[in-house]
């Protein structure tokens, strides 16, 4: 699997990101205009109560141990902040 996209270290790059890629490319007559919607709004809040579903084979890849132990903590970290965690597949 592969990934071609931007490269963030904070989940406020991670919200501030679809503000940037999300407008119209003015090269393309056909791309839609900008949605009007700022995803850094509400960053302060949280994620409290916040579903979050995760898997980290999705059902059938070869992960290796290392990354494998590395998700496990990131998904504890976020459980332990208040997300309404499943594991999934």
Avoid at 64 to 76: H, M, N, Q, T
Wanted: glycine residues 12%; proline residues 8%; charged residues 20%.
């Amino acid at each position: 699997m592969s990934h071609v996209g931007p490269m963030i270290r904070t989940v406020a790059e991670a919200a501030l990101t679809p503000n940037v890629l999300a407008g119209p490319d003015r090269r393309d007559w056909s791309a839609l205009p900008r949605p009007g919607i700022d995803y850094t709004i509400g960053l302060e809040v949280g994620v409290r109560g916040l579903p979050l579903l995760a898997s980290v084979d999705l059902g059938h890849a070869r992960v290796d141990p290392e990354v494998r132990a590395a998700l496990g903590r990131a998904f504890s970290v976020l459980a332990d902040l208040g997300t309404e965690y499943r594991r999934g597949g």
